[in-house]
């Protein structure tokens, strides 16, 4: 694999390692009965995990195969829905994981909902409103306190590329020659330009990997949660 320049292989080559569990692990399918044949929250929480990990697989090696054939700006938006991708799912995990702690299913089917089937379109009363990526992207952010760069700033980062604006229009595919008074067009990046793409993708996947797994540990504990609180309901 040949990277541009300006890019630390190395790192690289580690972020392609954990792409590539990522993919080899991708679930193909589970039984609803095997999680409870009386609550439902289970099945949807582990639904949008799985659903999630293979939107994050299919980003991931999309976003190292645009850096290959060193296309800037659709590597960034692409880093940049992975980024968004990782928010929700450590979103996620914190609120299973809060809920059973507090021992408590609280508003979690709403989440759960809104993350499964959610969208943004107005077209009905009873529209379920999909979650908002921003919130996804804080919650991370709001844990990495001691990081000299939070995971918003790196969101933020790529922003600067993926919107249309100067750097990811004017400054991606024009340069303007005063000299000659002549303006050329096609696909142009300083090479230090790549550098904005390392940490992004590297914090995202780690991220992702690290919630992804552990949600694991108390996932059982959340399953009981779950039936209890139906049978105290018909109680």
């Known amino acids: 694999m040949s990277f541009p320049p300006r890019l630390n292989q190395d790192l690289l080559e ?6 590539d569990e990522l993919s080899a692990s991708l679930p193909e399918a589970f039984d609803i009965a095997s999680l409870s044949t009386k609550a439902k929250l289970p099945f949807k929480a582990l639904t949008l995990r799985e659903s999630l990990i293979h939107r994050a697989s ?4 999309t976003a190292l195969d645009l850096i290959d054939s060193r296309r800037f700006i659709p590597a960034t938006i692409i880093a940049r829905a992975l980024m968004e ?82 750097g990811g229009v004017m400054g991606a595919y024009s340069k303007v020659d005063r000299q000659n008074w002549r303006v050329t067009f096609g696909s142009r990046r300083d090479p230090k330009d790549w550098e904005f ?25 959340f399953i009981a949660l779950c039936e209890e609180d139906l049978e105290s309901q018909d109680t």
């Open 14 to 19: 580690r972020i392609r390692l954990v792409a």
């Open 58 to 61: 299919e980003l991931a090696d």
């Open 85 to 166: 991708t990782t928010g929700l799912l450590y979103w996620l995990h914190h609120r299973v994981e809060s809920a059973v702690k507090a021992g408590q299913v609280g508003d979690l089917d709403d989440f759960l909902m809104r993350g499964l089937v959610g969208d943004k379109l107005d077209d009905g009363e009873d529209d379920i409103v999909a979650l908002n990526a921003m919130s996804g992207i804080d919650r991370v952010s709001r844990d990495e306190k001691d990081l000299p760069v939070t995971f918003r700033e790196m969101y933020d980062w790529l922003c600067e590329f993926t919107h249309p604006n100067w």
């Open 197 to 221: 793409l390392e940490a992004p993708l590297h914090r995202s996947l780690w991220v992702f990997r690290d919630r992804y797994n552990d949600m694991a540990r108390f996932f059982p504990a």
